[in-house]
């Protein structure tokens, strides 16, 4: 008998191991995960199907069939509770209360995500912000503005932790005491690129890492086109804000159309390759042209929509972190010291902090990577 994938049900630790032991199944994908537990009704119905009931469930055959029916490595299971316990992940269900509501509607949704960190109530709107990972100072740094106007406005931000344009979002929205959402291509304890394991760690301070692959997951390349589904589908809308022709980004936009969700695009400059994408998006006339963030809001039902209560005043936008500079060290403490709010170049910095520009540009990377400085065009700094 077949029941909805989403519908009402319990999630007992026993439904949790049998998910958990689905997922490593050979040839169980994410995608074949979801379809059996909708039409078995649980993860353990699945584990305990005959092999002809699985043989006969569409898209398995005899290989899978008797991969699922012959997996009985209690171990591996109870490896990855045990490392899920050490990172302190969780594995949230398709129906559990938490799950986003948005994402429960998309044609494809997760059967469930590996949690790390806290994710905001169900109802909570959340916008994306995606683009180049090779992207322009331009771009960059409206990202990061664009990220802190929106979570200040009660939006939660989520993007996919790349470089560039993603970084930038999840900085901005960090920046600004905001949530926001990290959807990984490998598993919620693989921290792809390593370089932005501190980033990571900050922002689970502010929000959560969310994978739908299982712990120990490596970031395979097939992995991140399937991601942007999340991505998109969790949010009431994305923005591009640079994309090259082709890319990662332009395949999420993509797929938040079919989802149903509002597109928006930041223009660029006619002749700037890292821009053609989001160009092309505004000239077929699949994204809202965007210039402020209240170009995005006039698309956008108020962030309290979905709330249990319409009535509802909307939230307030979280204060701004206080800065804690007790992490820093001294040469960086001097650095930071000798910024301003203003962009200052890189030579009067020098002769503030008595560095040479090589060790300060080292230096003043780690404060940006901290949410701490911004780099402008030029080679200049200013305090965030």
Known sequence: MTRELFADAPGPLEERDAMIALSMVPGVGPGRLRALVALFGSAQAVRAASPRALRDAPGIGPQTAQAIRAFDDADAVAAQVAQAERVGASLLLGWD???????????????????????PPAEAPMMAIVGSRKCTDYGRHLAHDLAQELVQRGYTIVSGLAYGI????HQGAVAAGGRTIGVLGSGVDVIYPARHADLARRMLNHGALVSEYPLGAAPDAPNFPRRNRIISGMSAGVLVVESAETGGSLITARLALEQNREVFAIPSPVHSASGTGTNRLIQQGHAKLVMTVEDILDELPPPTRGASKGTEEPAAPEAPAPRDLSALNDVERRLYEAL??????????????????????????????????????????MRT
């Open 97 to 119: 209360e938490q799950f986003p509501r948005l994402l429960r509607e998309i044609y494809d949704p997760p059967a469930a995500l590996w949690v790390r960190g806290a994710l």
């Open 166 to 169: 993603d970084a930038a979002a």
């Open 340 to 381: 301003e709010p203003s962009p200052l170049h890189i030579d009067v910095i020098c002769e503030r902090s008595d560095l040479d520009a090589s060790d300060a540009l080292v230096y003043l990377l780690n404060l940006e990577f901290s949410g701490l400085v911004r780099q402008m065009a030029g080679k200049q700094f």
